[in-house]
């Protein structure tokens, strides 16, 4: 018998992002009438051919990309859906630069309309000026010429953040040169790092010291040691920061960092992705919305630093390296762990200099302080992802060898509030790898005032133990022997700080990414695996080719 033909329903079913419609066709001769159905785009409202690979390229589509994320934020409302056109100028193709659909459009104001007030925010003032007044609705029509060539300096305006967003919005870089993201480099100027078919330009001119800009997306759900080593950082500045949430921007920055940083809300993101002085995009948001930022950013032409996988997905995981690859731009993975001087150490006494002789065991404890909201962790995908993750990294390195043989993890929710989200918050994880090395990880939400962060490693020849830091050098246990006080951020700062300049160093051509496509991959496949054990209470058997679809944890909706 052969193969049965897939309906349009069959397709529907697979790509959730497709429906079908059905309209009525009335027959003039007969009067007859007949339903017909097509495959459609739901975001884009446009109907599909029924060839796969004509749907895979329509949904991983700069266009296609953009109009889900609006759908998204404007919920039931009919968002305006971007033209071919625009995809055209996502990917770089030339486009004429007279029509006017494509140029920057000033907000418009419409009259009776109950939901605007008498009062609205005006353009940017010249440079020198450093506040942001409001003026009355009849004063707008005067600026409308002035407002439409400066639309990629205008703060958000809606009716909703109008007395909150002026006091965040102190005023605009002046001193700051608009800078083309491409750049003409010299033979004799210029050197190159390859990795993955990706040249890395080194650029060694006059302009290889001037500081790069950056815009932050979601810093409600960045870490504090990650934001505290971009205000550190001298070699870069801060041009934006998206966030919806003004009370998650105070509690990140001081008000002296955000002297020349605008504050816009997520859906005017385009005015980042637009804006040629921005470099690069740190992207803090949880991995439901990480991917569509960074494949934007990617194609836009900004180096991306994704402080938690792009994706829970291994196949929108995968796309987002592939992107990065096409436009020749760096993405870059925040495994912190990798990063931390003790682990440096520890990594080249085993891997370099064999000091330990063939690895027998490896047990690490990684308890958090303090905890996540059950919340935050269940959007940024539960312990699995948001911790352990970080853990099979390291070990994966230490070991030298991909990903283990067998995995089994048990799991529970002391607190009420994960066990109603069927999320664990302490978990133990066993791996046994091909080399033959045993592996246990203790991941757990719960510690009294200070993290507890420890790895060992024992070998044929010896045991190295990497031991909590504190600056007493004295270690207690219990609540009344908390000598030193120490959160997750302020334990690896040092790490985040040397993780962001990779990140810098990445943007300015003179190393590649460290963490590889692989190695994402590899560690996404162990967590799912081992939240995929937790779930079944049985231990998982990983073939040496990866199953890629028995162990991928799906993204809620």
């Known amino acids: 018998m052969g193969r049965k033909k897939k309906t349009l329903q069959d397709y529907a079913a697979e790509f959730t992002d497709l429906v079908v419609k059905q309209r009525l066709v009335e027959h003039g001769d007969s009067g007859d ?79 009776g309309d109950p939901s605007i007030t008498s009062t609205c925010m005006v353009p940017p003032p010249p440079a020198g000026h450093t506040s942001l007044l409001p ?243 269940k959007r940024a995908g539960g312990i699995f992802y948001n911790a352990a993750v970080h853990d099979v990294d390291v070990i994966s390195m230490l070991l030298g060898e991909s990903a283990p043989d067998a995995v089994f993890a048990l799991g529970h929710a002391f607190c009420s509030d994960m066990a109603s989200l069927e999320e664990a918050d302490t978990v133990v994880i066993s791996m046994k790898f091909p080399g033959g090395a045993l592996v246990s990880l203790d991941v757990s939400q719960h510690c009294t005032d200070s993290c507890d962060q420890r790895l060992e490693v024992r070998g044929s020849q010896g045991t190295l133990r990497m031991e909590n830091q504190n600056s007493l050098g004295i270690t207690g246990h219990g609540p009344s022997l908390s000598l030193c006080p120490q959160t997750q951020a302020g334990r690896y700062q040092d790490a985040y700080r040397e993780l962001f300049r990779h990140f810098v160093r990445t943007l300015k051509g003179t190393e590649p990414p460290q963490v590889t496509k692989e190695q994402l991959l590899r560690a996404i496949q162990v967590a799912a695996t081992a939240a995929q054990s937790w779930r079944s209470r049985a231990a998982v058997n990983l073939p040496s080719e990866v199953a890629e679809a028995s162990v991928v944890k799906t993204e809620a909706p």
């Open 33 to 111: 009438t007949s339903v017909v159905e097509t495959l459609c785009c739901r975001a884009c409202e446009l109907p599909m051919r029924v060839r796969r690979d004509r749907i895979l390229e329509h949904l991983s589509s700069g266009r296609h990309y953009r109009n889900r994320r609006l759908v998204r934020q404007h919920g039931a409302r009919t968002p305006v859906l971007l033209s071919a056109a625009s995809d055209l100028a996502v990917a770089g193709l030339p486009v004429h630069l007279g029509h006017s659909s494509l140029l920057p459009q000033p907000p418009r104001l419409l009259a």
């Open 135 to 377: 003026v009355p609705l009849t004063a707008v029509s005067s600026t409308t010429s002035d407002a439409s060539a400066q639309e990629d300096q205008m703060p958000s305006t809606s009716t909703s953040h109008l007395s909150a967003f002026p006091a965040i919005l102190m005023k605009r870089p002046s001193v700051l040169s608009r800078q083309t993201n491409h750049r003409l480099v010299s033979e004799g100027s210029s050197s190159a790092v390859s990795r993955g078919g990706v040249r890395w330009l080194n650029k060694s001119g006059a302009g290889a010291s001037s500081r790069l800009g950056l815009a932050v997306f979601g810093v409600g759900y960045g870490s504090a040691a990650l934001l505290q080593s971009l205000t550190e950082e001298n070699s870069c500045f801060l041009l934006y920061v998206v966030e919806d949430q003004l009370c998650e921007v105070q509690r990140a920055f001081r008000a002296e960092h955000l002297a020349h940083t605008r504050v816009i809300r997520e859906q005017d993101a385009d005015i980042v992705l637009n804006d040629q002085r921005v470099s690069g995009v740190v992207v803090c948001s949880p991995p439901e919305a990480a991917s569509e930022i960074v494949i934007d950013a990617l194609r836009a032409g900004k180096g991306v630093f994704c402080e938690r996988p792009p994706s829970l997905d291994r196949q929108t995981a995968e796309a987002c390296f592939d992107e990065a690859e096409r436009c020749g731009k760096p993405l870059v993975c925040g495994f912190y762990k990798r990063f931390d001087p003790a682990f440096q150490f520890l990594y080249r006494q085993v891997r370099e200099e064999h000091a330990l002789g063939r690895i027998h065991r490896i047990a690490a404890v990684s308890r958090l302080y303090p905890a996540a909201s059950p919340a935050f962790l």
